[in-house]
C-alpha cells in the first residue's frame, strides 16, 4: 500500500487549499484515512480523519475550517482547508487505519503513512 499526498503549497492567510491522497496497492474499503501535521520544532498533531462509515473527525483547531472526503472511485482522500492561518504552517501527512480504530488521532494506530505536502501560509 502508498500513500501519496499532492497539493500542497503556498498560499495567504485566508486562502483555501485542497490536499489530496492518493492509495494505491489497495482498494478504500473498510479502514480510516487520516490526516496529520508537522510544523518546526514540533510533534507531529492529528488533524482529521475520515471512516468508511463516512464519520468524520477533526481537531479543535481546525473544526469549521477543514473538510475530509473520501472519493472511493478513485481511492482518493482530501482535505479541504479554508480560512487559512499562519500557525497552519507544517509539513501534512496522509495515513491509514487498516482496522479504523476508535484511536484515530493516535499515529501509533495507523498502519501507513505518506511522504507529506510542506503547506505554507503567509501572513
Known amino acids: 500500500v502508498q500513500l501519496v499526498e499532492s497539493g500542497g503549497g503556498l498560499v495567504q492567510a485566508g486562502g483555501s487549499l485542497r490536499l489530496s491522497c492518493t492509495i494505491s496497492?489497495?482498494?478504500?474499503?473498510?479502514?480510516?484515512v487520516g490526516w496529520f501535521r508537522q510544523a518546526p520544532g514540533k510533534k507531529r498533531e492529528f488533524v482529521a480523519a475520515?471512516?468508511?462509515?463516512?464519520?468524520?473527525y477533526y481537531a479543535d483547531s481546525v473544526k469549521g475550517r477543514f473538510t475530509v472526503f473520501r472519493d472511493n472511485g478513485k481511492s482518493m482522500v482530501h482535505l479541504q482547508m479554508s480560512s487559512l492561518k499562519p500557525e497552519d504552517t507544517a509539513v501534512y501527512y496522509c495515513?491509514?487505519?487498516?482496522?479504523?480504530?476508535?484511536?484515530?488521532?493516535?499515529?501509533?494506530?495507523?498502519?501507513?503513512w505518506g511522504r507529506g505536502t510542506q503547506v505554507t501560509v503567509s501572513s
Open positions: 475520515g471512516n468508511f462509515r463516512e464519520d468524520k
Open positions: 495515513s491509514m487505519d487498516l482496522e479504523a480504530s476508535n484511536w484515530y488521532d493516535n499515529e501509533k494506530v495507523h498502519d501507513y
Open positions: 496497492g489497495r482498494t478504500l474499503s473498510f479502514e480510516t
